[in-house]
């Protein structure tokens, strides 16, 4: 997992590729089937859907410890790495990072191939691969795509009972109280922000970070490209309203140079996207001197894979009872097949904004996709060697 962490490039796109090749068919972890399952399951929730993924996979493994630690050491080094950034700005303009993106996308293709092969099987399924692809690829920036294509997804696969009859006894009870403790978090933290605002608490700071950071990776749906706009909002442009400041004099706020800065670079570093809340939570801080800074770091790292935790440790058994029901089962059809067109998709828009100056760039960039791909389906080559590969191309061409 730590060689993982800091190999895994390109985003919860490029992640779901390197999982497939390193903890299925290297280390045999998990099956191909559980993996897809896994990723279906945790596009169904908010939050860092690589990070849930891989935390199943401990849990698999070892149970809540081990899912725990997984956690723990899948985003250790992205955190360390963006909260160092927050006191050490750094140029994100290194053409070291130039061909990561074309990688990533190699990755998705041989992820998306394998993915195909399992899940797409009848006419229905193709219907709704097509549909979803060219859905997601036409409104990639609309939070709300990816779960309402799931939903759709997993209601069209049911509207036939033929293919999938009801075998198994349904259990008769779930047990849903463990999702109480992600509840109560959630008011808490945004009942005390609320509260520290209205009576102006002079260390209030701490309190509002923590709220604003668990809010998000307890509503962001569909990744980093969500939570950019939603952070964008509420820590650059909304602070800059006038009659805001007035209200909140102590409102969190960072300015646009370093908001870009730290999304720049959490793209360039290896791990979760999400990593990059600690970046943010440095920033809020650091006015407030080095320890303050360091809390700052802290707060925005926990805030936001906190809900991600809670959420996928206190569903999953429940989501096993539920696939006993075969309308259950019959959903996951639609929505690993709408999960297979999600990263296609997702393939081709990160390709529409690759560098395409010249010939030479588009040529470089299809040799790298190509050449990914190739290395995945024909080499044994672990992931940490085609990440160098790609590296030591980027600043030969720099």
């Known amino acids: 997992m730590f060689l993982h962490s800091i190999t895994?490039?390109?985003?919860?796109?490029?992640?779901?590729?390197?999982?497939?090749?390193?903890?299925?068919?290297?280390?045999?972890?998990?099956?191909?089937?559980?993996?897809?399952?896994?990723?279906?399951?945790c596009q169904l929730l908010p939050g860092a859907s690589s990070t849930q993924t891989l935390t199943l996979i401990g849990y698999k493994r070892g149970g809540v410890v081990l899912a725990v630690l997984t956690l723990l050491i899948w985003t250790l080094p992205a955190c360390i790495l963006m909260g160092t950034f927050s006191f050490f700005p750094i140029n994100n303009g290194m053409g070291l990072f130039r061909f990561i993106g074309p990688m990533s996308v190699g990755y998705l293709t041989y992820a998306a191939q394998k993915a195909?092969?399992?899940?797409?099987?009848?006419?229905?399924?193709?219907?709704?691969?097509?549909?979803?692809?060219?859905?997601?690829?036409?409104?990639?920036?609309?939070?709300?795509?990816?779960?309402?294509?799931?939903?759709?997804?997993?209601?069209?696969?049911?509207?036939?009972?033929?293919?999938?009859?009801?075998?198994?006894?349904?259990?008769?009870?779930?047990?849903?109280?463990?999702?109480?403790?992600?509840?109560?978090?959630?008011?808490?933290?945004?009942?005390?922000?609320?509260?520290?605002?209205?009576?102006?608490?002079?260390?209030?700071?701490?309190?509002?970070?923590?709220?604003?950071?668990?809010?998000f990776g307890s509503l962001v749906f569909g990744g980093g490209q969500v939570l950019f706009p939603m952070m964008y909002e509420q820590f650059v442009a909304r602070p800059e309203s006038q009659n805001l400041i007035q209200r909140n004099p102590g409102v969190i706020r960072i300015s646009r140079e370093d908001f870009y800065m730290g999304w720049g670079m959490v793209r360039a570093i290896p791990g979760p996207v999400f990593s990059v809340a600690t970046f943010v939570g440095g920033n809020a801080m650091k006015d407030r001197g080095v320890p303050?800074?360091?809390?700052?770091?802290?707060?925005?790292?926990?805030?936001?894979?906190?809900?991600?935790?809670?959420?996928?440790?206190?569903?999953?058994?429940?989501?096993?009872?539920?696939?006993?029901?075969?309308?259950?089962?019959?959903?996951?059809?639609?929505?690993?097949?709408?999960v297979v067109g999600i990263m296609i998709a997702a393939a081709l828009y990160m390709v529409k904004d690759f560098p395409m100056n010249d010939w030479k760039d588009i040529l470089l960039n299809i040799v790298v996709i190509t050449g990914t791909w190739s290395m995945l389906k024909f080499t044994r080559f672990p992931s940490p060697v085609i990440v160098m590969i790609c590296l030591t191309l980027g600043w030969a061409f720099f």
């Open 292 to 338: 303050m800074q360091l809390f700052g770091c802290f707060i925005g790292a926990t805030g936001i894979f906190l809900p991600s935790a809670l959420l996928v440790l206190f569903f999953f058994p429940i989501w096993h009872n539920l696939k006993k029901y075969a309308a259950v089962y019959r959903a996951l059809e639609g929505i690993n097949s709408v």
């Open 116 to 215: 195909f092969r399992l899940s797409i099987h009848n006419t229905i399924t193709r219907v709704i691969l097509a549909v979803s692809t060219v859905a997601t690829f036409l409104l990639f920036k609309t939070p709300w795509i990816f779960p309402i294509l799931l939903v759709l997804g997993g209601i069209v696969t049911n509207l036939s009972e033929k293919r999938i009859p009801q075998k198994e006894v349904p259990p008769k009870k779930i047990k849903w109280g463990n999702i109480w403790l992600f509840a109560i978090i959630f008011l808490l933290a945004g009942a005390s922000s609320e509260l520290a605002h209205k009576n102006n608490w002079p260390n209030r700071r701490p309190l509002n970070l923590f709220e604003n950071t668990y809010r």
């Open 8 to 41: 895994a490039f390109g985003g919860p796109q490029g992640h779901f590729g390197m999982m497939m090749k390193t903890f299925v068919h290297k280390r045999r972890d998990v099956t191909e089937e559980e993996l897809l399952d896994y990723n279906a399951f």
